[in-house]
């Protein structure tokens, strides 16, 4: 884990009825292949990352275990938040 850890979520508005569009432009001919993660949440009894300011999630990608902690979202209108996996 590096203390530089970035997630970035952008997030776009669209015109109704566009999705299907710009899913096909985004995808460029290519098939769509769907992917299936199971993620699992974690906090204590009393909520306690939460209230930290914390998540920590442990996700299955088709056998691979990922466990990930995230900050709360940056403050001040800085893009981002806190993301480290291991």
């Not at 590096?2 to 566009?18: M, N, S």
């Not at 299907?20 to 995808?27: F, H, R």
């Amino acid at each position: 884990m590096t203390d530089d850890a970035r997630e970035i979520e952008l997030k776009f508005a669209l015109e109704p009825g566009l999705g299907a569009d710009i899913l096909a432009w985004l995808g460029q001919g290519r098939r769509p292949i769907r992917h299936t993660l199971t993620s699992i949440y974690f906090d204590t009894e009393g909520r306690r990352l939460r209230q930290a300011g914390f998540d920590l999630r442990v996700r299955d990608d088709a056998g691979r275990w990922t466990q990930t902690v995230k900050s709360r979202a940056a403050s001040g209108g800085r893009l981002g938040r806190g993301e480290w996996e291991s």
